[in-house]
């Protein structure tokens, strides 16, 4: 098993920034990594996804404001999000596809 723990979540006002980051316990292969977030009362969603050849599949409703990277002398998985809004309020989960693991979640709350 590979932990993965997440980091860098926090309450921040509208238009405000985070980065998150997802660091693995051990020395891993990366594989398919992406970011899910989950709201109070609503389904797991995807939100970002890094694959082969470095190449990023966004949802729809943060595109253009949120950028997932990885660093892989690091051993870790970063998410860059900008222009917070109040809908982006939910906890923030990093996932490996290779080893079908989850993080534990990081909170972010956008509220002025």
């Known amino acids: 098993q590979v932990n993965l723990v997440e980091s860098g979540g926090s309450l921040v006002q509208p238009g405000g920034s985070l980065r998150l980051s997802c660091a693995a316990s051990?020395?891993?292969?990366?594989?398919?990594m992406a970011w899910y977030r989950q709201a109070p009362g609503k389904e797991r969603e995807l939100v970002a996804a890094?694959?082969?050849?470095?190449?990023?599949i966004y949802a729809d409703s943060v595109k253009g404001r949120f950028a997932i990277s990885r660093d892989s002398a690091k051993i870790t998985v970063y998410l860059q999000m900008s222009s917070l809004k109040p809908e982006d309020t939910a906890i923030y989960y990093c996932?490996?596809?290779?080893?079908?693991?989850w993080g534990q979640g990081t909170q972010v709350t956008v509220s002025s």
């Open positions: 051990r020395s891993i292969r990366f594989g398919d």
């Open positions: 996932y490996s596809n290779y080893y079908s693991t």
């Open positions: 890094i694959i082969t050849n470095d190449n990023t």
